[in-house]
Nanobody, 119 residues
C-alpha cells in the first residue's frame, strides 16, 4: 500500500504560478510511476501528466503542455507539478496517483488539493 498526500493548492490569478507536491509513504520501496490528474467542477476526472519511476519518461496532456512541468525526487518520495501561466480552465481538484507501471492503472490516489484560478 502507498499513501499519497498532496499539498500546494490555492487561489491564484490568471497568469500566475503554483507548485503542487505529493508525498508518498508506505510501500515506497517499490518503483511506482506517478501521475497528476484533475477534476474540474462538474466534469470528469482527467489526465494531466505522468512520470516513470526513473523520470526518463514523461507525458503531458495537450492542454498543459508547455505550461506544466512534472518532476520527482525518489530519495524524498515526492513528485511535484510546477504550474505556470495558469488559466481559469485549470481550476480543478488536483490528484496525485501511483501505479506499478507508467501506463497504469493508477491504483493509489491522494485526497486531492484545490486549485482555483481567478480571471
Amino acid at each position: 500500500q502507498v499513501q499519497l498526500v498532496e499539498s500546494g493548492g490555492g487561489l491564484v490569478q490568471t497568469g500566475g504560478s503554483l507548485r503542487l507536491s505529493c508525498a508518498a509513504s508506505g510501500r515506497t520501496s517499490s518503483k511506482y510511476a506517478m501521475g497528476w490528474f484533475r477534476q474540474p467542477p462538474g466534469k470528469e476526472r482527467e489526465f494531466v501528466s505522468k512520470i516513470s519511476w526513473s523520470g526518463s519518461y514523461i507525458v503531458y496532456a495537450d492542454s498543459v503542455k508547455g505550461r506544466f512541468t512534472i518532476s520527482r525526487d525518489n530519495a524524498k518520495n515526492t513528485v511535484s507539478l510546477q504550474m505556470n501561466s495558469l488559466k481559469p480552465e485549470d481550476t480543478a481538484v488536483y490528484y496525485c496517483a501511483a501505479a506499478a507501471v507508467v501506463a497504469g492503472p493508477y491504483n493509489y490516489w491522494g485526497q486531492g488539493t484545490q486549485v482555483t484560478v481567478s480571471s
